[in-house]
């Protein structure tokens, strides 16, 4: 008979008030909000047997049902402060749980939403080292300590430089090499698994006996500002790291691509045209993003506009730059299959970017398909790869850019 399998909760710590990045859990990252990319770790983790959301805000809770979570309560103000503490929110969720639905999990796992980029499997791994060791009251993330804390001082009222730490028979560790102190760790936000009896009975979100689950440091994300948001967007965007997705999961680019295929509007454009008194239309192009178009073709790299538009400027720009296009194209879709059946090009080794919802039925026949970063909410949402910039702004010199560092030397 197999033993019974302990009772996992997750949950997603998210409160509708952020004053650094106002809302900044229901803030779409890469197409999904924020959140999303907790609940989905939370979600797809085989030893999670649920997944909730402590959150005081109806519209983050609504988010997390989308994405798969529960939110069977909305959390006290009392508990959503900006100087409340997690074990309060915790031991209210706890609470709430074992009064109203007599639900007491065995662990509970906590995932930050500040902390989206998590590896596929840490969070069971968490679980795996609490489970493995019975005198464990949690277990915590971390990473190397990026500055050593045996280097690090405090002062004293006099206004003295005192060590912070020592090290036994090294008096001076502040004058030693790193290689000679003792290994440091780093607590990140991306996993804490805690026994529910530590919260309930011990009071605490740790308890004394605290194990590690590390964590490749490359994955170090802490987003509280402006810039910690465009590293993390950076970071997921460049497809060096294999993160948990909300939803289907992510396509890469290709290794080998023969075939980029661009929406013109919004794409190749910033989606605005100016009009004169007698029609004429005008747009504005990047030449930023000519001269990346202009290298991939130079490496070989097929281009292709089909646009919905019928206009002379979609026509002129991409005579200009030597790619071939066609317009006035209601059903984009049909026209892709034709076009890859006619050059006989892999649908695995190309490559789509739109920008609005009549480009969603070419996703599915393409390799890999991309977003700009002003896309269509759907669109953000169906896409591989969500790039930084905005559709005429730099988006395609972006996505060229990535292309190209992949493509061999002698072919640059």
């Known amino acids: 008979m197999n033993a019974k399998q302990p009772e996992v909760l997750a949950v997603v710590p998210a409160r509708g008030g952020s004053k650094s990045i106002p809302r900044k859990n229901a803030l779409l990252f890469l197409g999904h909000p924020l959140l999303a990319y907790s609940v989905a770790a939370g979600v797809q983790a085989t030893r999670v047997t649920r997944t909730i959301i402590s959150t005081d805000d109806a519209e983050m809770a609504e988010l997390a049902r989308e994405y798969g979570a529960e939110a069977p309560f909305l959390r006290p ?35 930050r939403p500040t902390s989206p980029l998590r590896p596929p499997g840490l969070v069971d791994e968490a679980v795996e080292v609490l489970l493995s060791q019975p005198e464990a009251d949690s277990v915590r993330g971390v990473v190397p300590s990026g500055q050593n804390p045996y280097k690090m001082w405090s002062l004293t009222e006099g206004g003295v430089m005192q060590p912070l730490l020592k090290v036994k028979g090294n008096s001076e560790p502040y004058n030693s090499p790193r290689q000679e102190l003792p290994a440091t760790y780093w607590q990140t936000g991306h996993v804490d698994a805690i026994r529910a009896t530590t919260i309930l009975k011990k009071g605490s979100m740790s308890g004394a006996s605290i194990w590690p689950v590390h964590v490749d440091p490359r994955y170090t994300v802490d987003i509280d500002t402006p810039n910690d948001w465009r590293r993390a967007e950076w970071l997921a965007a460049s497809g060096e790291l294999d993160i948990v997705w909300p939803g289907a999961a992510c396509r890469p680019l290709p290794d080998t691509v023969r075939l980029l295929v661009l929406d013109f509007d919004g794409v190749m454009t910033d989606n605005r045209v100016w009009v004169d008194q007698d029609g004429r239309e005008q747009v504005a192009a990047n030449r930023s993003d000519g001269l990346g178009l202009m290298q991939l073709r130079k490496a070989g790299v097929e281009l292709l506009v089909i646009s919905m538009e019928t206009n002379p400027v979609v026509a002129r720009r991409c005579e200009k730059l030597g790619i071939a296009y066609h317009q006035g194209i209601d059903d984009k879709a049909t026209l892709l299959k034709q076009i890859l059946a006619e050059k006989n090009i892999p649908a695995a080794e190309t490559v789509y970017v739109g920008n609005d919802t009549n480009d969603l039925p070419c996703f599915p026949l393409v390799g890999c398909a991309v977003a700009v970063g002003d896309a269509h909410s759907a669109v953000l949402r169906e896409a591989d790869i969500v790039l930084i910039y905005p559709g005429g702004r730099g988006a395609v010199r972006e996505l060229c850019d990535l292309i190209m560092q992949r493509l061999p030397k002698e072919s640059k």
């Open 77 to 111: 103000a009392e508990f959503a402060r900006d100087d409340s503490q997690d074990l309060s929110l915790f031991q209210h969720a706890l609470g709430w749980l074992a009064e109203n639905e007599k639900y007491k999990p065995d662990i509970v796992v906590q995932l």
